[in-house]
């Protein structure tokens, strides 16, 4: 006897072999038992999930010597000749090859026969979509009143491609995909029947690169026991050309670092190995959407199917970045596999798209420039109450200093007033500190400074005022240049390092930020008409102010 596949060996026979169906099955079963029997079925449901085994079991259980029951024999005449697929009573039609109005009016005319062993005549029609509008129009009809003894049970993958007269007409019933949980039991329970050494990480990658299929997962065993007697993860990995977990964790480690040095040299290494593009960008939004779900669930150990070290590696990943810089960074790959997918050229493709989510890593988050806004707003109010204050007490001290200078000269001096005696030094005078004297910071020193730090860094700080007093560099930043101020000082350290080597003396680093001062022209207007130079020249020539600007923020 010649080799058969797995996939075709472990084809389920009965209801209770259908796996990751329960819905569906538990509604099968409890029509048969009732009577309730329709004429119209659709099963719709991604591929290898088990919709044409449903439909002829169910066949199987209209026709059985012993039914209709929901639990055929398997034993008798009409169900072996289902089971070898030679029933005269249950015709299986491919759609996509039969899909004209003639083939169609064929059907139409053998409905008419009478079943010559069972009770019922069951039509399978598999890839139902791919029939033609007029062979839908011409099976309306049919559909909607059949003989008696005549079933349809139509199977698509597409069931938004049947029209909706042809749905009306049929019970929709919908086939999910297949947990990997159930299929890796499924393959465990094969492997072990059929005596294949298998590895469990080989099962789970098997289970998790069917994607739903029990079909497609036995397609790959069968495939993989010829590659190798001892199967390994690594043997499946190779096989499949599944990208190694630790290769997805670096590269989304250098993503949300920003280094694109290293992004390049994870690519080339993926190119050198000949990983193809399209299945590794799967892979990477595969990955970036475990990590999401990891920062949002609190067990998410229970929906993501990933062993106890990959879950490590996923909480270190996560103590990096932020959720909203992981969503966007989601956003731009998924983007990315979208413009791979229409490239003429995929590698380049995907190292710009890389290259360009990884400038994602200097992008601060909306609630945290709202809360730098707000402080900034808060500092300024005080500011402005403190100016206030000052004003108060500087005009008060000089209304009484002029009362006293006023009393000191109506009185008459003494003769022991008169008397000059040399001042004596106070303990006061000598304990005041001179200030520091200011350094000079050339414009050399900066830019080799500058350049040894990254470009995110190295551009804010270019935005600050920068002098040296003594051992301390004063940063100033002005205006709205002050929201760079809170990313300088999470980098202060490395900021000292840097300028303490080129300048050969330890540097300690302070930050000052100012408002940006807004002057009006009716403010500048009045204070040029009462400069005397300006007076005297406009006098002169017999002119007139048109307009005046401010340079610099300055009045000149």
């Not at 380049?348 to 420039?369: C, D, R, T």
């Given at each position: 006897m010649s080799y058969l596949v797995l996939a075709r060996k472990w084809r389920p026979q009965g209801f209770d072999e259908l796996i990751g169906q329960e819905p569906i099955i538990r509604v099968l079963k409890n029509s048969i038992d009732q009577g309730k029997i329709a004429h119209a079925y659709l099963f719709s449901g991604p591929r290898g999930v088990g919709k044409t085994s449903t439909a002829r079991i169910f066949a199987k259980a209209l026709n059985c010597k012993n039914g209709p029951t929901s639990t055929p024999c398997g034993l008798c005449t009409s169900c072996k000749s289902i089971t070898d697929g030679s029933s005269i009573d249950v015709m299986e039609i491919d759609g996509a090859s039969n899909n004209s109005v003639n083939d169609i009016r064929d059907l139409r005319e053998r409905v008419k026969y009478v079943p010559s062993g069972g009770r019922y005549k069951v039509y399978i029609i598999d890839e139902t979509h791919m029939l033609s509008d007029a062979a839908f129009n011409a099976l309306l009809k049919t559909l909607e009143e059949p003989p008696p003894h005549v079933v349809f049970v139509l199977a698509t993958t597409a069931p938004k491609k049947i029209p909706s007269t042809v749905l009306s007409r049929c019970q929709h019933l919908p086939f999910r995909r297949i947990s990997s949980h159930k299929i890796k039991e499924s393959l465990k329970k094969i492997s072990d029947t059929e005596a294949i050494n298998i590895s469990g990480p080989a099962i789970e990658i098997i289970a998790r690169a069917a994607d739903g299929s029990l079909r497609d997962s036995l397609t790959i065993l069968d495939q993989i026991s010829s590659f190798s007697s001892n199967i390994s993860e690594s043997d499946v990995k190779d096989l499949l050309g599944i990208a190694d977990f630790g290769t997805l964790s670096n590269l989304t480690v250098a993503l949300i670092e920003g280094k694109r040095e290293e992004i390049l040299k994870i690519t080339g290494d993926l190119m050198e190995k000949g990983t193809d593009i399209r299945s590794f960008i799967k892979e990477l939004v595969q990955f970036l959407r475990d990590m999401l779900v990891a920062s949002v669930v609190?067990?998410?150990?229970?929906?993501?199917?990933?062993?106890?070290?990959?879950?490590?590696?996923?909480?270190?990943?996560?103590?990096?970045?932020?959720?909203?810089?992981?969503?966007?960074?989601?956003?731009?790959?998924?983007?990315?596999?979208?413009?791979?997918?229409?490239?003429?050229?995929?590698?380049?493709?995907?190292?710009?798209?890389?290259?360009?989510?990884?400038?994602?890593?200097?992008?601060?988050?909306?609630?945290?420039?709202?809360?730098?806004?707000?402080?900034?707003?808060?500092?300024?109010?005080?500011?402005?109450?403190?100016?206030?204050c000052s004003r108060g007490i500087a005009e008060d001290t000089n209304h009484k200093l002029s009362e006293s200078k006023n009393n000191i000269f109506k009185q008459k001096p003494s003769d022991e007033d008169l008397k000059i005696t040399p001042p004596t030094p106070s303990v006061a005078d000598e304990s005041i500190e001179k200030p520091d004297e200011e350094n000079t910071l050339t414009d050399e020193i900066i830019d080799k400074a500058i350049k040894k730090m990254d470009p995110p860094l190295a551009s804010k700080l270019s935005k600050a005022e920068m002098k040296l007093i003594g051992e301390k560099l004063v940063l100033t930043f002005n205006g709205g240049d002050s929201l760079f101020?809170?990313?300088?000082?999470?980098?202060?350290?490395?900021?000292?390092?840097?300028?303490?080597?080129?300048?050969?003396?330890?540097?300690?680093?302070?930050?000052?930020?100012?408002k940006k001062k807004t002057v009006r022209k009716k403010d500048l207007k009045e204070e040029v008409m009462s400069n005397p130079k300006i007076i005297e020249v406009l006098e002169l020539f017999d002119g007139r102010v048109v307009d005046v600007n401010p340079i610099n923020g300055k009045s000149e």
């Open positions: 609190k067990n998410s150990e229970e929906i993501l199917d990933l062993s106890t070290e990959e879950m490590d590696t996923i909480k270190d990943i996560l103590s990096k970045t932020s959720e909203d810089q992981l969503t966007l960074l989601l956003s731009e790959i998924m983007k990315a596999e979208i413009d791979i997918r229409n490239s003429s050229s995929p590698r380049f493709a995907f190292e710009m798209s890389l290259i360009k989510a990884s400038f994602l890593s200097g992008i601060k988050p909306l609630n945290e420039i709202m809360e730098n806004i707000e402080s900034y707003l808060k500092l300024e109010s005080d500011t402005e109450n403190s100016v206030t101020a809170d990313s300088i000082r999470k980098n202060a350290g490395l900021i000292e390092q840097i300028f303490s080597e080129e300048i050969g003396i330890n540097i300690k680093i302070d930050i000052e930020t100012f």
